[in-house]
């Protein structure tokens, strides 16, 4: 079992480079087996017993974590940052307890706009 499941939209060109960036960062835990990245396209229904939906994933990005709990939004990317060679720093910064709160606005803004973004341009 991964120490960490990500789940993404591999159909919104922004979220893809993205992960494939952030993948090739983690390249050995991903090898290892401890990191895993996948496309909600291809198991639409695979966090369905979580309560959420595909677009709900195509929003937001979603993780599970080793003992199956569910992480969402810009807490999966900290979580990415801190497993990540050279980017513990932008975990503890915008991860620390005063700057969270403004670290999840943005992100779920930015993923609102993106999410819109695609819509438009017709990635599904």
């Known amino acids: 079992m991964p120490q960490l499941t990500v789940w993404y939209n591999t159909r ?11 993948r090739n ?8 087996g401890r990191v895993a990245f ?3 396209n291809e198991q639409p229904e695979a966090l369905s017993t979580y309560g959420a939906c ?3 994933v195509r929003r937001r990005l979603h993780a599970t974590d080793e003992e199956g709990r569910l992480i969402v939004g810009a807490d999966v990317a900290l979580l990415l940052w ?8 932008l975990a503890k910064l915008l991860g620390n ?8 606005f943005g992100y779920d803004r930015f993923a609102d706009v993106l999410f819109a973004w695609n819509r ?3 990635h599904w």
């Open 82 to 89: 801190k497993l990540t060679p050279g980017q513990g720093w």
């Open 54 to 56: 595909l677009d709900d």
């Open 97 to 104: 307890p005063l700057i969270r709160p403004m670290t999840r």
């Open 25 to 32: 960062k983690l390249l050995a835990l991903v090898r290892s």
């Open 12 to 22: 919104c060109p922004v979220c893809d480079a993205g992960i494939d960036w952030q």
């Open 120 to 122: 438009w341009k017709g």
């Open 38 to 40: 996948k496309d909600i």
